[in-house]
RNA sequence: UGUGGAGUGGCGCAGCGGUCAGCGCAUCGGCCUCAUAAGCCGAGGGUCGCGGGUUCAAAUCCCGCCUCCGCAACCA
């Protein structure tokens, strides 16, 4: 059975869940769900990053201690999961045992192996560089400018100061040349292909060793003999999709089935830290790299970037409420190609919602499934020999699932959602060419058969669906008697049997009507 | 500045050397009446960023320019 292992990243707890969060794990779960029913065994894993100086800043300012603040906060990122639908297998926190044991170990590993030009994978040393108190980060020279009072100040206007303290570094260096290589033998490592030039041409520079911890703070994992640094975030941050994969047990079931990771989903911001840093930390350890990266683009708001000083971060829990599940989920996943920025806007939201959901498919499930319950019966009709017309009908249907699991292979989300969409369009087209309505009166043998060409396209298009709207395709499934055990892709032509009593219809999609009728006195 | 990408009907996009430059949405006209005022058919609308060049033929290749965006290290 072919495993299948797909992370978000770890949300970092100071933020408060917004549409970019939702959207990432959005993207993981039609995948994770795919491939379940696809028939792989999957282990699909989101969490919450929870170390470093700005959470425990801010656990201070709200006068708790930083793990009281990241219960609270991790809780927040936890709620989405059920309100989305979101099937993750597991949920990771950074401060838990099992992580802290795990990125102990991983630094254990890189420092007792050797770069691939024989040197010490970690090394103590300083860290040195200009450092702005007032925006907590080191600049490097070029950023700086010198004001009047000959004072050195950094672009945002913040004086600095030149610091030095000890750290520890990666010697990530001597790993240039074997990341070149890794891009090189294997380009479907990094996706889409615009982020796998960028990192090249970033690589290709040559790389800076990494300091790997920090004495200022305490709020991290300790480093493994040296009580007073901590890890650097992001290392413990990254090792979290090997722990959650159970290392540092790899000799266990579970590191054997599902390490290598076959997708980390990301954001364009941390292309670098799981492109650059994650694989040569793994291959510092020993470890093999994870098979493919993807990167996605970021949403503006109504065509203005997200921000918080302009307060207009759309809260996921909101937009469920306002529009319906399956209508976000669908909206996301099919309004924008996948990988590149795209727009929320109201507008869109609602023409997404009512053309291609309550319209086309809504629609036609609602026309096919009530005409069946006032004139064949309330039953699944039984077809006798197919025309031409029924044979493109369900040839079309019949190729969506090939079409889809080759798109979302690349994470062509948008375009399998077209390629089904356009299908249900072409059914639309054979109900207005067939005209049940007048069969009906001159050839009900012929309106059956035209019926259940239809019915079978529904339940095709409700199967390949359910990745992307979980909730409804279960009630189309619902109304076409389709049994559990007959939802999976193994069962993509296990045709609907003639006869079958059907539930009366419901519709699945309402309209979204932007202001309710003036009630007229 | 270097590097990668993008500029195509009102909006969002596809096409990437050769059928009158396509698609979705929006607009307008018609048809049907099974259906969620949904469906179907048709129409209008584009000097394909600008200027050169290559070619029998360019949105599509080459050169220059303009505009926009990503990346250019410790910032989750």
Request: with cysteine.
């Amino acid at each position: 059975m072919r495993s299948y292992y797909i992370t978000t990243p770890i949300y970092y707890v100071n933020d408060v869940p917004h549409i970019g969060h939702a959207y990432t794990t959005l993207a993981c779960d039609v995948l994770a769900r795919f491939m379940r029913l696809d028939g792989a065994k999957v282990f699909f894993l989101t969490g919450t990053d929870e170390h470093g100086q700005k959470v425990e800043k801010s656990a201070t300012a709200a006068g708790m201690t930083p793990q009281q603040f990241t219960d609270k906060v991790s809780a927040n990122f936890r709620a989405l999961g059920p309100a989305l639908d979101f099937s993750n297998d597991d949920f990771i926190r950074t401060t838990e045992p099992r992580h802290v044991k795990a990125s102990q170990a991983i630094w254990q590993a890189m420092a007792a192996a050797k770069t691939p030009l024989g040197n010490d994978n970690i090394y103590l040393d300083a860290y040195r560089g200009w450092y702005a108190v007032r925006d907590e980060a080191y600049y490097d020279e070029s950023e700086l400018s010198t004001g009047p009072d000959g004072k050195k100040r950094a672009p945002s206007g913040a004086e600095v100061e030149w610091v030095e303290e000890p750290s520890y570094f990666f010697r990530l260096s001597d790993w240039t040349q074997w990341l070149l290589d890794f891009y090189r033998d294997n380009p479907a490592a990094v996706g889409p292909q615009t982020r796998l030039n960028e990192v090249r041409s970033f690589v290709s520079q040559g790389l800076h060793d990494l300091s790997i911890s920090r004495t200022t703070f305490g709020w991290g994992i300790k480093v493994p003999g040296d009580d007073k640094h901590v890890m650097y975030v992001w290392l413990d941050a990254l090792t979290n999709y090997i722990t959650a994969a159970g290392y540092p047990e790899i000799d266990g079931e579970k590191f054997k089935t599902f390490w290598p990771a076959d997708l980390h989903m990301v954001g364009k911001d941390i292309v670098r830290f799981h492109t650059v840093y994650w694989p040569a930390f793994l291959a510092a350890a020993g470890l093999p790299t994870p098979k493919r990266v993807f990167a996605h683009g970021w949403w503006t708001i109504e065509g203005q970037k997200m921000s918080k000083s302009l307060g207009n971060a759309v809260e996921p829990l909101k937009l469920v409420e306002q529009y319906g599940l399956d209508q976000v989920r669908y909206f996301l996943m099919r309004e924008v190609p996948f990988g590149q920025d795209g727009d929320f806007s109201r507008a869109a939201m609602i023409r997404r919602t009512n053309t291609d959901l309550a319209n086309d498919l809504g629609n036609l499930s609602q026309r096919v499934l009530s005409f069946i319950a006032k004139n064949a019966g309330a039953a699944v009709p039984t077809p006798g020999d197919y025309v031409d017309a029924d044979r493109t009908m369900l040839a079309a249907t019949a190729g969506l699932l090939d079409a889809a699991r080759s798109e979302l292979e690349q994470q062509n989300f948008h375009k399998a959602l077209e390629a089904i969409f356009a299908t249900i369009a072409d059914a639309n087209r054979y109900v207005d060419g067939q005209a049940p309505w007048s069969l009906r009166k001159t050839d009900p043998a012929r309106m059956a058969t035209v019926l259940y060409v239809l019915v079978e396209t529904l339940r095709r298009v409700g199967l390949v669906l359910q990745p992307f709207m979980p909730s409804t395709m279960a009630k189309l499934l619902d109304q076409l008697a389709v049994p559990p055990t007959a939802r999976s892709f193994a069962a993509w032509d296990q045709s609907l049997v003639p006869g079958t009593a059907l539930p009366p219809p419901s519709g699945l999609f309402p309209r979204y009507v932007e202001e309710p009728p003036a009630s007229k006195v």
